[in-house]
């Protein structure tokens, strides 16, 4: 499953991006519809902040781990991606980078679409 900040223009238009690339039927949705995140070990606080990758057995994958996990499953050259920003020379640039993405979000959304200051 991947949870994402549903009030944040970037993050819809990278959830719409997953839905169009991950397998038919993977749970992709906005944290604010997530009945319980305490049942899945997340807090509000945690959603707000990064995306998250929740695999079936309940691991979960912060940040650039959720990401690099997404393109894995996506497949084909993605799971190459995936592989590569979870390698690591990369992970460590590619932690930086999400938390500055992260960070300058409502920036960065096109038209101006994102609710998050």
């Known amino acids: 499953m991947l949870i994402y900040d549903g009030d944040c223009g970037m993050c819809n ?13 993977t749970p992709i949705v906005p944290w604010q519809d997530v009945p319980d995140l305490a049942a899945l ?13 929740v695999d079936d057995d309940g691991t979960l994958h912060r ?10 499953r996506a497949g084909g050259a993605w799971r190459l991606a995936g ?9 460590p640039v590619a ?21 998050v200051q």
């Open 13 to 25: 238009q990278s959830a719409d991006w997953a839905r169009a690339h991950l397998p038919p039927g």
């Open 63 to 72: 940040g650039e781990a959720a990401i690099a996990e997404a393109l894995r």
């Open 41 to 53: 070990g997340l807090t509000v606080d945690d959603v707000q902040t990064a995306a998250y990758w």
């Open 83 to 91: 592989a590569a920003i979870d390698s690591w020379p990369l992970r």
């Open 95 to 115: 932690r930086r980078l999400y938390v500055w993405v992260a960070d300058n979000r409502h920036r960065l959304s096109r038209g101006g679409s994102c609710a």
